[in-house]
């Protein structure tokens, strides 16, 4: 990650220091509104005025596959999210597969639609296996979760967790899958025989 220093007017925005790096560095210009903002570690808005001392990143869009952590319009491999965790050294390996039922809330579900904030959700759900590995030593968590159009039987969100014992694997896994509903932005809408709503599942 490159670090740069910027001096800036009085109640400068972090668009202000945006366009300011756009004159010597082109990809700030060509990246523009679709660059995230994150100011002292936390999201931010472009009008965010700013402080002396401040420190803040423009974070670039992120596209599913190459981390540990992924958002994805196309189906889920199982597998392919346990091979982003185990290793030699892992001797337990939790897995939560989260597949589309067929009722809810007392309707028949036809299907379901997801929408998320793609940047801010990879981010927040590394933040979550940052978290549990600090939880549970030498843990490690990754997480997968689907958007768009999902039919019945389809996979929406799959989690492992790999720790040396099974006990630490199965309280990361857990952690993680009840951290994810209550803090990363991704949306559900479920598509009823009767009519079409937006579901908070947050506990």
């Known amino acids: 990650m490159k670090e740069l220093s910027a001096v800036l007017a009085d109640a400068s925005t972090a668009a202000d220091l945006r366009d300011l790096l756009a004159a010597d560095h082109p990809i700030f210009e060509e990246l523009g509104d679709r660059l995230a903002i994150s100011v002292n570690f936390e999201i931010a808005s472009a009008d965010c005025v700013l402080s002396n001392g401040d420190e ?36 337990g390996i939790v897995t939560f597969v989260g597949t589309v039922r067929d009722s809810a ?21 590394d933040k979550i296996c940052e978290q549990a590995a600090q939880r549970w030593s030498g843990t490690k968590v990754a997480i997968a979760h689907r958007a768009g159009h999902l039919e019945i039987g389809e996979v929406v969100v799959v989690v492992v967790a790999a720790a040396a014992h099974r006990a630490e694997a199965f309280e990361a896994c857990r952690y993680a899958i009840d951290t994810l509903k209550q803090t990363v932005p991704i949306w559900k809408k479920e598509v009823a025989t009767d009519g079409e709503y937006w579901v908070d599942d947050r506990p």
């Not at 596209?63 to 892992?90: A, I, Q, W």
């Not at 809330?105 to 759900?125: F, N, Q, S, T, V």
């Open 105 to 125: 809330r007392g309707r028949d579900i036809r299907h379901l639609e997801y929408e998320a904030y793609p940047g801010m959700a990879e981010r927040e759900m």
């Open 56 to 91: 803040v990143a423009f974070l670039p869009p992120v596209s599913g596959g190459g981390g540990s952590c992924t958002l994805s319009e196309t189906p889920l491999d199982v597998g392919e999210v346990v091979s982003r965790v185990s290793g030699p050294g892992m001797g």
